[in-house]
């Protein structure tokens, strides 16, 4: 029997450290926990927050906070190891923490706010949802010790984590807001990275050809598990750029790579695994079928008119990669994309 993942015991403004986060883990025998934040308000919209690598909830206050005061949702903090574990099992833990919560709250209408690494983190959690054995079974090298280790659902399975049946049903809605999260992967990890891979196993997913990165789109999302992107604009806050590329980041000739490859040409972006993974995010936004079918009425545009077309789809934001999460504009488009969700689930129902 799994140790339930979904606790009821709520978190206060002074438990969303990083060492805070750590000791509750630990309590939890190192597994992901989703706990609310503050009293339970269960008529209201359950908001996931997921923070990224190296992060920690309290990243994710002013999100929290913000709808705490506009009474628009009820706030839960997936508090998990975003060095130690692999992603597609936080993923895992996420999933089977939703599905705890829709035990509660019969067919919720979820929207899950992930920030960074963390928007992968719950795309493996909708996959997982939709398919639980969408991780292939395989086996690598430990690094150093020459041992072989075997990951995927055997693993999961064994350590009581992955679902035991498909739930994406049990959910009136699910939509993931993502926000600056590296689609793309990192590309060529340093030395220093990859002597951090034998602890900081999140790292090894974060390579831009890794198999959670190569697969994570594979997995065919019904309609009513939705996903949005949001981007930083650090040049648009006076700032330079930091080590994330997204779509805003695209230079002429990959803005003309992907029209061409909206427009169906097959090897339109080459063998360029961080393009792929890119295109592949784009094309499970909500808004990539709109973009899609103007470009197809259209034809190729010039490069600028291409980014205004991508801003329209994709927004960017002023801030760094943290501060973003600060801006009231984030704040803006999560309360009225809230107030439109809720009523495309009162249709629906």
Same mark, same amino acid.
């Given at each position: 029997?799994?140790?339930?993942?979904?606790?009821?015991?709520?978190?206060?403004?002074?438990?969303?450290?990083?060492?805070?986060?750590?000791?509750? +883990?630990?309590?939890?025998?190192?597994? /992901?926990?989703?706990?609310?934040?503050?009293?339970?308000?269960?008529?209201?919209?359950?908001?996931?927050?997921?923070?990224?690598?190296?992060?920690?909830? /309290?990243?994710?206050?002013?999100?929290?906070?913000?709808?705490?005061?506009?009474?628009?949702?009820?706030?839960?903090?997936? #508090?998990?190891?975003?060095?130690?574990?692999?992603?597609?099992?936080?993923?895992?833990?996420?999933?089977?923490?939703?599905?705890?919560?829709?035990?509660?709250?019969?067919?919720?209408?979820?929207?899950?706010?992930?920030? *960074?690494?963390?928007?992968?983190?719950?795309?493996?959690?909708?996959?997982?949802?939709?398919?639980?054995?969408?991780?292939?079974l395989f086996s690598h090298r430990?690094?150093?010790?020459?041992?072989?280790?075997?990951?995927?659902?055997?693993?999961?399975?064994?350590? /009581?984590?992955? +679902?035991?049946?498909?739930?994406?049903?049990?959910?009136?809605?699910?939509?993931?807001?993502?926000?600056?999260?590296?689609?793309?992967?990192?590309?060529?990890?340093?030395?220093?990275?990859?002597?951090?891979?034998?602890?900081?196993? *999140?790292?090894?997913?974060?390579? *831009?050809?890794?198999?959670?990165?190569?697969?994570?789109?594979?997995?065919?999302?019904?309609?009513?598990?939705?996903?949005?992107?949001?981007?930083?604009?650090?040049?648009?806050?006076?700032?330079?750029?930091?080590?994330?590329? #997204? +779509?805003?980041? +695209?230079?002429?000739?990959?803005?003309?790579?992907?029209?061409?490859?909206?427009?169906?040409?097959?090897?339109?972006?080459?063998?360029?695994?961080?393009?792929?993974?890119?295109?592949?995010?784009?094309? /499970?936004?909500?808004?990539?079928?709109?973009?899609?079918?103007?470009?197809?009425?259209?034809?190729?545009?010039?490069?600028?008119?291409?980014?205004?077309?991508l801003r329209r789809a994709v927004?960017?934001?002023?801030?760094?990669?943290?501060?973003?999460?600060?801006? #009231?504009?984030?704040?803006?488009?999560?309360?009225?994309?809230?107030?439109?969700?809720?009523?495309?689930?009162?249709?629906?129902?």
């Open positions: 029997m799994a140790e339930p993942v979904l606790s009821l015991d709520p978190l206060g403004p002074d438990d969303l450290d990083e060492s805070r986060e750590r000791a509750r +883990l630990a309590a939890h025998g190192g597994g /992901g926990v989703l706990s609310p934040y503050g009293p339970v308000r269960p008529t209201l919209r359950p908001l996931v927050l997921v923070h990224g690598i190296h992060g920690h909830p /309290g990243e994710l206050a002013p999100v929290a906070e913000h709808v705490r005061a506009t009474g628009s949702a009820q706030p839960y903090f997936f #508090t998990y190891d975003d060095l130690g574990r692999y992603l597609d099992r936080s993923g895992d833990e996420l999933a089977r923490a939703l599905a705890q919560l829709a035990c509660h709250a019969p067919r919720p209408a979820v929207v899950i706010v992930a920030h *960074s690494m963390g928007g992968i983190v719950a795309r493996c959690a909708l996959n997982s949802l939709v398919d639980p054995r969408w991780f292939p430990r690094l150093r010790r020459g041992k072989v280790r075997v990951r995927g659902s055997a693993e999961a399975v064994r350590a /009581g984590v992955r +679902l035991e049946a498909a739930c994406a049903a049990d959910f009136a809605a699910v939509d993931l807001l993502t926000v600056d999260t590296p689609w793309s992967g990192f590309a060529a990890p340093r030395l220093d990275l990859r002597n951090l891979w034998r602890r900081q196993r *999140s790292w090894v997913d974060m390579v *831009s050809n890794s198999t959670v990165l190569t697969r994570l789109h594979d997995v065919a999302l019904p309609s009513h598990l939705r996903i949005h992107h949001i981007e930083a604009d650090q040049p648009g806050a006076g700032l330079d750029h930091d080590k994330i590329r #997204t +779509l805003g980041d +695209l230079d002429d000739r990959d803005l003309l790579r992907f029209q061409r490859a909206i427009l169906g040409e097959r090897g339109a972006l080459g063998r360029d695994p961080r393009l792929r993974n890119m295109f592949a995010a784009l094309a /499970g936004e909500r808004s990539f079928p709109m973009l899609a079918e103007g470009l197809r009425a259209t034809g190729i545009v010039d490069a600028p008119a291409f980014r205004a077309e927004p960017r934001l002023a801030g760094s990669h943290t501060s973003v999460l600060q801006n #009231t504009a984030l704040f803006a488009l999560l309360d009225a994309w809230l107030a439109r969700g809720a009523i495309e689930v009162q249709r629906q129902a």
